[in-house]
Nanobody, 124 residues
Framework: QVQLEESGGGLVQAGGSLRLSCAASGRTFSSSAVGWFRQAPGKEREFVAARSWNGGTSYYAASVKGRFTISRENAKNTAYLQMNSLKPEDTAVYYC?????????????????WGQGTQVTVSS
């Protein structure tokens, strides 16, 4: 069992940066892949970034590649999403997710634990 809690969202101007954190509880987090997804109003939830359980493999959506970086500190049971050069189209609720199988990837259906989300708003 893994519980996830996101933090770090807020309001930022276009071109600015935010770092989201995902604090996990539960003994299986270090063996779980972690992913970030987002959902804008009126749109479906979409993949943003993912990192395998050992940090060896990372995936990024084309829309954020080069601007966002996913990382994790298993010793602290925490994952991060560093977001730079933010654009108004990045505005969404951002969700952290964990895949206890360790594989992760881009498909939301692979993730069995989800946080409640944190709002990110980018003004133009």
């Amino acid at each position: 069992q893994v519980q996830l809690e996101e933090s770090g969202g807020g309001l930022v101007q276009a071109g600015g940066s935010l770092r989201l954190s995902c604090a996990a509880s539960g003994r299986t987090f270090s063996s779980s892949a972690v992913g970030w997804f987002r959902q804008a109003p009126g749109k479906e939830r979409e993949f943003v970034a993912a990192r395998s359980w050992n940090g060896g493999t990372s995936y990024y959506a084309a829309s954020v590649k080069g601007r966002f970086t996913i990382s994790r500190e298993n010793a602290k049971n925490t994952a991060y999403l560093q977001m730079n050069s933010l654009k108004p189209e990045d505005t969404a609720v951002y969700y952290c997710a964990a895949d206890s199988s360790g594989a992760g990837g881009t498909a939301a259906i692979k993730y069995d634990y989800w946080g409640q989300g944190t709002q990110v708003t980018v003004s133009s």
